[in-house]
């Protein structure tokens, strides 16, 4: 689609003869690159200030109102006060907007955009499953720069597509702690189940060599925003030495590290069980890769207390414990995602054999 002259010089449209204060729309949403970033924010408070189709209003008046209400995209995880909220009926109206041919505007370009942009606010609008594909910026603190992750379109069985709210307070813990948190001793630390590799991505730009890993379907795109937030971050002189590949908890054996024999003083894990069978499976690759005669051995794990999953969490801990690990640190913490907010919890487990005081795992939520 090329820049059309008509849209890029949107910056006083008049939508229904309301009052209509400047605001920055690129606030709310990335604005495709025809669009200025300041455009009339319309102030509608109901249905009947949208502007009516019969009166023919122009592309830039349309747009105004379409990109007013975005909501898919923002820093981090942004709660549903930080959009503008679109009066009632909106839905209705860019339904009508996406079902109309649009006759009187005359530039393509501008009637697909409009198409486009309006399908979106609905998309939005039926919830995070039903988003289009985003480019989401997170802001992790400490960081000079942000992390820029592509988050393709959800399909139901492939949920390392979207950023979880875990790796959001993972990612700022390491960043607020590293050194206390995981030794400087040049070893490359493991994730499993890293999706779209925000807290890899930090651990990197942190200094420590990462390998990131996930299932086969999810390492396209996690391997394009590795390689993304290296030319991020390797712009302002930092070096990310991170590296992507296949591991599947169920198929271990087959895995390239498998093959190595590699072992690891630190595994990392960010929300990664939502199936009665993931405590088992990921028992025996933390069995398997975790360097039980280091004394600095660790596994670190942020998970969200989902209520339905007490009983595998329980499950989880259970099987940490058979493989003798104990949680050595624990810590609650209140966060959010694309869902809403949420309470998290944190925690450190270490072989059994270097912990003087096991904590309890029947006292874990
Ligand atoms: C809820 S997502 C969390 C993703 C990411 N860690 C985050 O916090 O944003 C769970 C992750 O575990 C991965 N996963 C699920 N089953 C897996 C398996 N059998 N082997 C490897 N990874 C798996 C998913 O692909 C997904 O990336």
């Known amino acids: 689609m090329t820049a059309s002259p008509a849209i890029s010089e949107v910056s006083s449209a008049s939508t229904s003869g309301v009052s209509t204060p400047l605001t920055s729309i690129s606030s709310v949403i990335s604005l495709p690159s025809q669009i200025p970033s300041r455009v009339f924010s ?32 923002g820093k981090n995880f942004a709660s549903d006060e930080e959009y503008t909220p679109a009066p009632e009926g909106f839905v209705d109206w860019a339904t009508r907007v996406v079902g109309s041919g649009l006759d009187w505007i005359e530039d393509e370009d501008e009637r697909e955009l409009i198409w486009e942009l309006a399908s979106k606010r609905i998309a939005e609008r039926c919830g995070r499953t039903a988003a ?27 949920l390392g597509l979207k950023t979880w709210g875990s ?75 991170t590296n992507v590949e296949e591991l599947n908890w169920q198929d271990m054996e087959a895995s390239e590290t498998y093959r190595r024999n590699d072992q690891f003083e630190t595994i990392v894990l960010s929300d990664p069980i939502y199936s009665s069978e993931h405590p ?34 329980a499950d989880l801990w259970r099987k940490l414990r058979d493989i003798r690990l104990s949680p050595a640190k624990q810590d609650l913490e ?11 919890f944190w925690s450190v487990w270490r ?12 006292s874990l939520p």
């Open 42 to 73: 319309p102030l509608i408070t109901h249905a009947i200030d949208l502007p009516s189709l019969r009166s023919m209003p122009s592309a830039q008046a349309l747009l105004a109102v379409i990109c007013t209400y975005a909501r898919s995209q």
């Open 132 to 158: 289009s594909s985003m480019e989401h910026e997170f802001e992790v603190e400490g960081l000079d720069r942000s992390i820029m992750l592509h988050e393709p379109s959800l399909t139901a069985d492939s």
């Open 167 to 241: 790796s959001l307070l993972l990612a700022n813990r390491f960043s607020a702690l590293h050194g206390d948190l995981i030794p400087a001793s040049g070893r490359r630390v493991l994730e499993l189940g890293s999706g779209t590799g925000l807290v890899g991505i930090v651990l990197g730009v942190l200094g420590y060599p990462v390998l990131m890993t996930d299932l086969r379907e999810i390492l396209p795109n996690l391997k394009a925003n590795m390689e993304k937030n290296q030319d991020r971050f390797g712009e302002g002189g930092y070096s990310l030495d």
């Open 280 to 313: 088992q499976m990921l028992a025996n690759v933390v069995n398997q890769f975790l360097e039980y005669d280091n004394p600095h051995a660790q596994v670190i794990l942020e998970l969200p207390l989902r209520e339905k999953f007490v009983d595998v969490r």
């Open 334 to 344: 209140r966060g959010r995602d694309d869902f809403g907010e949420e309470t998290y």
């Open 351 to 362: 072989p059994i054999q270097y912990i003087d005081n096991p904590i309890d795992i029947d």
